[in-house]
């Protein structure tokens, strides 16, 4: 491959990042409009998307909230869905990692789904990239995104108080965190957590304090880690 | 049910700091050093776990009805449920089992 311009490397990953808007549009609007529907401000609904900058974490915070779970429930079961944040950053260590200090903490502000998705794919493919190429494709996937997942939230918060009643918009988070799931589900282990998660949240939701969502999640996680233990101890076994 | 604001902020503040401690977290502070195997397998499913274990008890017993089973919510979480699982679509996903939703509520609402 000749060798390529930090400035055109930037420009791929723009191009990358860009058909993510579809996405992107309706869901940080989604967000704007039930969390103002919820009671939020236009300052509050701001603040969880330019502070959080995670819309299923941002979505269950608000989701417990408005249940009227302790707050430091709607805390944790929210990280808990930021918890796969933690495994980008450390998979994109390697890449990024020579980067300074200050270049590195703006990296991981911006570390999202869509961009941890396009870079990883990005930097296998072009293991020649130096570090100022690297952040310059990061930085490229997320300048279609962010600023777009700011400005839509605001529009939705400015619009949400015009939604009649009748939308029956109290299933409008019900239906988009369905729609997340579903592409998740990539394999058998993920599809096994899955279902652990559901009976155990059902099973427990007598527990006070929305405790049976915290069950559900660890019970989940050691479900999905010792299924895909199991699946490859079978594959290896087969070959 | 009304939100206190000083919760809010509580949670907005303490979940903003969090969610970039987690992002920080290797690139940042860990550096280069390799993670145990055991832990990235478990980190892989946090979402997968957590997600459908909060939506379960909004479908089958929703706030909307008083808690008791509703027909088109429920046509409408596992038609949105299946579309995203097969077409790999959110928004599609989101668009048809929004439509689930108003026809069924139409029909039987």
């Known amino acids: 491959m000749p060798t390529q311009t930090t400035k055109s490397v930037y420009w791929q990953g723009v191009r990358d990042g860009a058909p993510f808007i579809l996405v992107i549009v309706p869901f940080s609007l989604l967000f704007g409009v039930v969390a103002t529907e919820a009671g939020l401000n236009v300052l509050e609904t701001m603040s969880f998307s330019v502070l959080v900058i995670a819309g299923a974490a941002q979505f269950t915070a608000l989701q417990l909230l408005t249940d009227g779970a302790p707050t430091l429930i709607a805390l944790v079961s929210a990280l808990a869905v930021n918890l796969r944040m933690a495994m980008y950053s450390a998979s994109l260590t390697p890449w990024i990692g020579e980067a300074t200090l200050g270049q590195r903490a703006i990296a991981a502000y911006f570390t999202v789904d869509q961009s941890y998705a396009c870079a990883i794919v990005a930097f296998e493919q072009n293991p020649g990239w130096s570090i100022r190429q690297r952040l310059a494709y990061f930085f490229g996937v997320v300048t279609p995104i962010c600023p777009l997942w700011y400005l839509f939230t605001l529009i939705g918060a400015l619009v949400g108080t015009s939604i009649p009643q009748g939308l029956a918009l109290d299933f409008a988070l019900p239906i988009t965190f369905l729609a997340m799931i579903g592409p998740m589900l990539r394999t058998p282990a993920h599809v096994l957590a899955a279902l652990v998660s559901v009976v155990t949240a059902l099973v427990f939701a007598f527990l006070p304090y929305n405790l049976g969502l915290l069950v559900a999640g660890v019970a989940g996680m050691m479900t999905g880690a010792q299924a895909e233990l199991w699946l490859e101890s079978r594959k290896a076994a087969r070959q | ?109």
Do not use: C, K, Q
């Open chain 2, 1 to 109: 049910m009304n939100i206190e604001t000083a919760d809010l902020w509580f949670v907005i503040i303490a979940l903003g700091l969090g969610s970039f401690g987690l992002r920080f977290v290797f690139t940042g502070l860990v550096g280069n050093r390799p993670l145990p195997p055991w832990l990235l397998r478990h980190l892989r499913y946090t979402a997968v776990a957590v997600l459908p274990g909060l939506v379960a008890p909004l479908v089958v017993w929703p706030a909307a009805t008083g808690g008791s089973l509703d027909a088109p919510r429920m046509a409408a979480a596992l038609v949105t449920l299946a579309v995203g699982y097969f077409l790999r679509n959110v928004i599609v996903a989101i668009v048809l089992g929004a439509l689930t939703l108003y026809g069924g509520l139409a029909l039987f609402g």
